[in-house]
């Protein structure tokens, strides 16, 4: 171990963790003390949890759906062992095995292995970036699943300049991130940009940007038509026949670019009819993009809003909150100061 650097804290042989023996409800989340603290394996760092975001994925996992859950089937409940959610992560490093971060660092990261719903997660190097000056706990915990995802997702869009972009969910966790790198483009390459939304949301828009540079807003709640707008792009945070719904408002040919990737096969059938290709976006979790929308973050470039923050015991609740489909930001964990 590279314990370096900083004075080695003494750790306790166990901890309070939320964890789950089967799928279902929210009332599967068991938060547990006399947790065992993770093993620390090669390339890693050991964390302790200030706050953790919580993600959409979390809840399908806990309702047994997606990736998540067929590896929580096949790696835990198999061997009758229970499971950590979460997949957002910032705290300070109190044990290393790796050369690039040191105890005392302050580091976040989107982790795949889950583990984050705990007061200790293991977390591999190469996955953590370190909190730049000028970012809070509370927003680096809230940032790693939508920032990395809305950087990249505006990379795998391709938007070319002049084209008319419309998005819905813009006030979501991705969807706040996301109109925000859409509207540089909006100033820098001329693109113009539509968002599907309810009132509310659209009123909260004036915290995020300038709303009179929409080219337009459709009321998803009230509207029975959506227009026909010719639009080039649509990015799709809904799916469903929310997604099914938004494609008459693209021309023939165009592009649709879907975040729930489940929804997928159901989109490219239902926009044959005109010829649209349709194509969905897995996120990529990696430290060199964690460090970047940090930054993005820590320059002003992108403001980041965190609607609640839930203590760790109370974990119910916040799944029950971010389930009904209406945050405005994020919903984080608070799990030690
Ligand atoms: N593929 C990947 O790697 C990846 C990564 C991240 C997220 N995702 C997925 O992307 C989706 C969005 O994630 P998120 O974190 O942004 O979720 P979120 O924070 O739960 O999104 C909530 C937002 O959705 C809006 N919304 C709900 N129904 C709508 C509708 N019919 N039309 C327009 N807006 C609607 C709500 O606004 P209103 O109050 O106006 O309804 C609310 O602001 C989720 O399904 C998530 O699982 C996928």
């Known amino acids: 171990m590279f314990n ?47 706050y953790a975001g919580i993600n959409p994925v979390d809840y399908k996992t806990r309702q047994g759906k997606g990736w998540g859950a067929d590896i929580i089937r096949e790696h835990t409940f198999e061997y009758d062992k229970g499971a950590i959610l979460g997949f957002d992560v910032v705290g300070e490093v109190v044990s290393s095995n790796t050369r690039q971060f040191t105890i005392g660092d302050t580091v976040a990261a989107l982790t795949f292995n889950g583990g984050c719903y705990a007061e200790y997660v293991t977390v591999d190097a190469n996955l953590l970036a370190k909190v730049p000056y000028g970012v809070t706990s509370e927003e680096a915990g809230a940032l790693p699943c939508i920032g990395q995802t809305a950087i990249q997702f505006m990379e795998f869009a391709d938007i070319k300049k002049g084209e008319h972009v419309v998005m819905n969910a813009p006030a979501g966790g991705v969807g706040h991130l996301l109109i925000q790198l859409l509207m540089i483009k909006v100033a820098q390459d001329g693109i113009k940009l539509t968002v599907i939304c309810s009132p509310g949301k659209y009123a909260k828009l004036d915290e995020l940007i300038e709303r009179n540079k929409l080219t337009s807003w459709i009321d998803y709640t009230k509207d029975t038509d959506f227009p026909d707008l010719q639009a080039d792009l649509l990015l799709d945070l809904v799916g469903g026949d929310a997604g099914v719904r938004a494609l008459s408002i693209l021309r023939s040919g165009g592009r649709v670019k879907v975040l729930p990737t489940i929804w997928v096969d159901k989109l490219k059938q239902a926009g044959n009819y005109k010829g649209l290709s349709v194509d969905g976006y897995g996120v990529e979790q990696n430290g060199q993009d964690m460090a970047r929308v940090l930054q ?17 015991s109370e974990i119910v609740a916040a799944h029950r909150q971010l389930q009904k489909g209406h945050t405005f930001g994020k919903i984080v964990l608070k799990i030690s100061a």
């Open 4 to 50: 370096a650097s900083a004075t080695p804290q003494p750790l306790p042989s166990t901890q309070n963790a939320v964890l789950i023996q089967e799928f279902g409800t929210p009332y599967v989340l068991r938060y547990q003390s006399g947790v065992s603290i993770p093993k620390l394996a090669d390339e890693q760092v050991l964390i302790k949890v200030a």
């Open 296 to 312: 993005q973050l820590a320059d002003g470039e992108i403001t980041l809003r965190i609607q609640k923050i839930y203590p760790l």
